[in-house]
């Protein structure tokens, strides 16, 4: 008996015309997000800062790099703000930038800036995109330490050691 499986939709998510999603070598910036997050029908908009810190478990980090897929991140990236607007339907923006490169202590590394009429549906929504964008992005980062005796390594950064929030839209 022959049959024929279904045939997958493999075309690309829909981008609505307010959200932008962008990631680049550049440095990312707060101000150029939040204007494309801004609307007057906002009554708030939340923006997430992802920033390089100098630590991590006891080790001096130096700097992070970052790798990413960049074709299939930027189709998550669509795939989150469809799920947000699924569940936030006021949203009237979902703006999520991503570095790649080597970034140094301090330099910010994600922006994730959702604007609504409301506060508190933005938060949400913000959160849950940065949240799911850490599982399902293809992103990946390596740390590079410093040892006391000023001798350099570094490791990836799993994306299955980051903690599940638990907590649907």
């Known amino acids: ?9 493999t075309s690309p998510i829909a ?8 990631i680049t070598f550049a440095p990312l910036s707060i101000e150029q ?7 007057a029908a906002n009554g708030a908009i939340v923006l997430m800062s992802g920033m390089v810190r100098n ?22 990236f669509r795939q989150i703000a469809a799920e947000i607007r699924q569940c936030w339907r006021e949203v009237t923006h979902v703006v999520i ?14 922006l994730v800036a959702v604007g609504c009429p409301h506060r508190s549906e933005s ?23 410093s ?6 390594s570094s490791s990836w950064v799993s994306i299955g050691a980051c903690e599940q929030s638990g907590e649907d839209c």
């Open 97 to 110: 930038h991503h570095r790649t490169g080597k970034l140094a202590i301090g330099e910010i590394s994600v």
């Open 15 to 22: 981008c609505h015309p307010n959200d932008h999603f962008a």
């Open 55 to 76: 630590n991590t478990d006891g080790k001096a980090v130096i700097a992070l790099e970052y790798q990413a897929y960049e074709p299939m991140a930027i189709q998550i």
């Open 147 to 152: 040892a006391q005796d000023g001798t350099l």
């Open 123 to 145: 938060f949400a929504a913000c959160q849950y995109a940065i949240d799911t964008l850490k599982h399902q992005a293809p992103i990946w980062k390596k740390e590079w330490y």
């Open 33 to 39: 997000v939040y204007q494309l997050a801004d609307d």
């Open 1 to 9: 008996m022959n049959s024929i499986a279904p045939e997958q939709d």
